[in-house]
């Protein structure tokens, strides 16, 4: 087996490594580094990427990778595992989803070396990373003062990231087209399998977004062949090929009547939208039929706001 080389270092058959990368310094000279743990077997096999921090503030998916490593799940039987637990580790440490410019890095892609700091990351991962993976998970949450139930994206069409999302089994797997300039479409376009999972809130931790996520990593892995045994999943696997937001209609304070994963049936009351003073109280219906894949936890709404996410089931 050939070693894999990453920025200059060479981690060999049956080593294991950690790689500090510098990306940029900010004013404060303050070194902006991707912290990159490198696992192989004495084994060829494939090579999976755990990445997350691509949105500074979603720590859940850091976790995840973090409690992997420290358990030393990541180390494989076979091929090798490539663990990132932070991209954007300004975002990390200043609550953020984005960098200094305000530009986010999964929509930065394929990225720049002279670029912004987003442009600089995703050039880094395009260029040193992609190339050496065949399977990557991409771990989120949901963006905003929303919570998304565990679930998988992934372009359904090709026939290898549905096996891999059934593999993960998680509660819920999204049919989701690439969005442009991301990470999984760059990935994508090299011939690589980059499926997203998204679990929890950001800025806050979701132990069952956690756990749902590091299982489902840990099936994925002995799917590849890379571990022996795994948890099995606690809930079946649905899949949703279409999906519905409910907006607010007016603004004023959301109360909502169902809970993330709920079934809803198409009419049903799913919450209020109230004046805070007591004025009046307004009914939200359900559009459809389906699943609380989204739900939005401020109670302060503007009228158009995203309230609900819908995973439409005939």
């Not at 070693?3 to 058959?13: H, N, R, Y």
């Not at 200094?100 to 050039?123: C, E, I, M, Q, T």
């Not at 937001?245 to 809803?264: Q, T």
């Not at 709404?301 to 609900?308: F, L, R």
Request: proline content about 5%; overall charge positive.
């Amino acid at each position: 087996m050939k070693g894999v080389q990453i920025s200059g270092e060479t981690v060999q058959a049956g080593e294991e490594r950690v790689i500090n990368v510098n990306i940029a310094r900010l004013p404060s000279y303050t070194d902006i580094d991707l912290n990159i743990t490198v696992a192989r077997s004495k084994k060829p096999g494939p090579t999976l990427l755990l990445s997350a921090g691509l949105h500074g503030d979603e720590i859940n998916g850091t976790e995840i990778v973090r409690r992997m490593i420290e358990k030393r799940e990541h180390v494989p039987a076979i091929g090798t595992v490539i663990c990132i637990p932070i991209i954007n580790m300004f975002g990390f440490i200043n609550f953020s989803r984005y960098v200094p410019d305000g530009k986010d890095v999964n929509r930065s892609f394929p990225g720049n070396r002279n670029g912004s700091l987003a442009a600089r990351v995703a050039y880094y991962l395009t260029k040193n990373i992609i190339p050496l993976v065949d399977v990557g998970l991409d771990f989120h949450t949901g963006g905003a003062d929303r919570t998304n139930y565990p679930q998988i994206r992934a372009a359904l069409k090709d026939e290898r990231n549905r096996e891999l999302a059934d593999a993960f089994q998680p509660p819920f797997i999204l049919n989701s087209p690439f969005r442009p300039k991301s990470f999984r479409q760059t990935a994508a376009k090299e011939g690589k399998h980059i499926l997203v999972y998204e679990g929890g809130e950001s800025a806050r931790f979701d132990e069952q977004a956690i756990q749902t996520g590091k299982e489902g990593a840990l099936r994925v892995m002995q799917f590849l062949g890379m571990r022996d045994e795994a948890p099995s999943a606690r809930e079946q696997s649905r899949v949703i090929h279409h999906s519905s937001w409910v907006r607010a209609k007016k603004s004023g304070i959301f109360l909502a009547k169902v809970r993330s994963g709920e079934y809803v049936k198409k009419n049903q009351v799913i919450g209020f939208i109230a004046e805070p003073y007591g004025a009046s109280k307004q009914q939200i219906k359900s559009p459809a039929t389906g699943y609380i894949i989204g739900l939005n936890n401020n109670p302060l709404v503007h009228q158009g706001d995203a309230i609900m996410h819908i995973g439409i089931v005939k």
